[in-house]
């Protein structure tokens, strides 16, 4: 059985990111102090939190658990990197991994057109206020949409499905798209459900 230090399991998820989305830049960084025998994940557009989460869970030899407010370890895995060589038991020694998916501006400018093509009553709403779809950032989808409310009984499409959930205002509905948006696909980007 091989064993990996905190340091050594950051590197081999790099590595394992890197070879499932070959385009996307993945920050793989270890934690620090009390958080040491943690790794954060960090990343733009690519794949949505979910998808990442699947691929870097296996990688984590232990789970928090809330109820013993305690620590559980995960048994080690069977890993096979190279098909023409037996697979290996690796333990791993990182109590968990946090992961932050940033969005570029033309991701949000995109899901923002998308949405106001699909939703007339939107589009009308950006026209009223003034808002520019294509001057629209991830930093202040918050600030300059947020005040335009939803109606709590109207849903809004987005690639020709309801959006999921129930967003209170345009900023929240736009950053639900986003997050629901798989950028690792050729062409359009796609819709993936949580």
Not at 19 to 33: H, L
Request: charged fraction near 20%; glycine fraction near 6%; hydrophobic fraction near 35%.
């Amino acid at each position: 059985m091989t064993s990996y230090s905190t340091k050594e399991t950051a590197a081999e998820l790099r590595k394992h990111l890197r070879r499932v989305w070959p385009d996307v830049k993945f920050s793989v960084r270890c934690n620090r102090g009390t958080a040491s025998a943690w790794i954060g994940v960090a990343w733009t557009d690519g794949p949505t939190y979910t998808q990442a989460r699947a691929e870097w869970s296996q990688f984590q030899g232990a789970q928090f658990n809330g109820m013993t407010d305690s620590y559980d370890l995960i048994d080690p895995t069977l890993v096979c990197t190279d098909t023409a060589e037996l697979p290996e038991i690796r333990e791993y020694h990182c109590d968990g991994i946090n992961g932050a998916r940033g969005f570029s501006d033309e991701a949000v400018q995109a899901a923002a057109r998308q949405m106001l093509t699909e939703n007339r009553e939107m589009a009308a709403a950006f026209t009223v206020e003034g808002i520019d779809p294509d001057a629209l950032t991830a930093n202040t989808l918050h600030r300059s949409v947020a005040m335009l409310t939803i109606d709590p009984d109207r849903w809004l499409s987005y690639l020709g499905e309801p959006l999921p959930g129930q967003p209170y205002d345009m900023g929240t509905a736009i950053s639900s798209a986003l997050n629901i948006t798989d950028y690792t696909t050729t062409g359009q980007p796609t819709r993936v459900e949580y």
